[in-house]
């Protein structure tokens, strides 16, 4: 894809939430695990130093999103999807190439990361709003209906230690959902938790789609995104090999299986 020219002039390029040019991923990976200084020093005396191999999760990967489109991002487990969603939620930085956003952005990836297991469910609120970029007006406002979405009014004294898991991410997810972003990225946020918590965050994302929200959705149910998307891209080693409309990428997808 020749992604300058696709965006081409300043009224092309806001026209788009999000757009990826030319991303390259690169991770250290060590041959030999040292635990301690010693140990290192140790294999140094031993004539074994410390090796690492690198691996390409991302390698050229550019394309752009409209404003409003809810977008998917498929392909086998270890292709760098996830990557790719941490690159443009800024959790990680290419090695190069660039992210452009035009709005703001909720990442919806590892739910509940800056959570405190020591502190209450209630705090936990504030801490995990503030992460997200919400005041503590903002959250005083909206703490009785992420309460109410998450159905932990009774354990808001708690502490998280004590929480399943599934009481965690119904946490963590009612919260974030609160920050009314514009763009949302969604890292197989709706496999997790029981049946009826799936089809309440199911339903909010939908509802978030008819609301004109952008969205960024990563899943490996081919039905999800046949339902939610209209285009997709498919990644594969790192790879863009597909991009365009859902089923002609699924299509391919189940194909190059």
């Given at each position: 894809?020749?992604?300058?020219?696709?965006?081409?002039?300043?009224?092309?390029?806001?026209?788009?939430?999000?757009?990826?040019?030319?991303?390259?991923?690169?991770?250290?990976?060590?041959?030999?695990?040292?635990?301690?200084?010693?140990?290192?020093?140790?294999?140094?005396?031993?004539?074994?130093?410390?090796?690492?191999?690198?691996?390409?999760?991302?390698?050229?990967?550019?394309?752009?999103?409209?404003?409003?489109?809810?977008?998917?991002?498929?392909?086998?487990?270890?292709?760098?999807?996830?990557?790719?969603?941490?690159?443009?939620?800024?959790?990680?930085?290419?090695?190069?190439?660039?992210?452009?956003?035009?709005?703001?952005?909720?990442?919806?990836?590892?739910?509940?990361?800056?959570?405190?297991?020591?502190?209450?469910?209630?705090?936990?609120?504030?801490?995990?709003?503030?992460?997200?970029?919400?005041?503590?007006?903002?959250?005083?406002?909206?703490?009785?209906?992420?309460?109410?979405?998450?159905?932990?009014?009774?354990?808001?004294?708690?502490?998280?230690?004590?929480?399943?898991?599934?009481?965690?991410?119904?946490?963590?997810?009612?919260?974030?959902?609160?920050?009314?972003?514009?763009?949302?990225?969604?890292?197989e946020v709706l496999s997790v938790g029981d049946e009826?918590?799936?089809?309440?965050?199911?339903?909010?994302?939908?509802?978030?789609?008819?609301?004109?929200?952008?969205?960024?959705?990563?899943?490996?149910?081919?039905?999800?995104?046949?339902?939610?998307?209209?285009?997709?891209?498919?990644?594969?080693?790192?790879?863009?090999?597909?991009?365009?409309?859902?089923?002609?990428?699924?299509?391919?997808?189940?194909?190059?299986?």
């Amino acid at each position: 894809m020749n992604i300058q020219k696709m965006l081409s002039g300043s009224k092309n390029q806001n026209s788009h939430a999000v757009i990826v040019e030319e991303i390259f991923k690169k991770f250290r990976i060590p041959h030999e695990r040292k635990i301690t200084i010693f140990d290192h020093l140790a294999g140094l005396l031993r004539g074994r130093a410390f090796s690492f191999e690198e691996f390409s999760a991302l390698e050229n990967v550019s394309f752009a999103v409209k404003h409003g489109e809810t977008f998917g991002i498929i392909g086998p487990n270890g292709c760098g999807k996830s990557t790719l969603l941490k690159v443009i939620a800024g959790v990680l930085y290419p090695d190069s190439g660039r992210v452009l956003i035009n709005g703001k952005i909720a990442p919806f990836l590892e739910l509940g990361v800056g959570f405190q297991q020591d502190l209450s469910a209630k705090d936990n609120v504030y801490l995990y709003g503030a992460v997200m970029g919400l005041t503590r007006k903002e959250i005083d406002k909206k703490y009785d209906l992420i309460m109410d979405f998450a159905e932990l009014k009774r354990f808001e004294d708690m502490k998280l230690k004590n929480f399943s898991s599934g009481m965690f991410v119904r946490l963590a997810f009612a919260t974030a959902i609160q920050t009314d972003p514009d763009i949302i990225l969604v890292d197989e946020v709706l496999s997790v938790g029981d049946e009826a918590f799936q089809k309440k965050c199911s339903e909010k994302i939908d509802e978030m789609r008819m609301a004109g929200k952008t969205i960024l959705f990563v899943s490996h149910s081919m039905e999800l995104v046949r339902k939610l998307c209209n285009r997709c891209l498919l990644l594969n080693e790192g790879k863009l090999t597909a991009i365009g409309d859902t089923e002609q990428v699924i299509k391919e997808y189940i194909r190059s299986s």
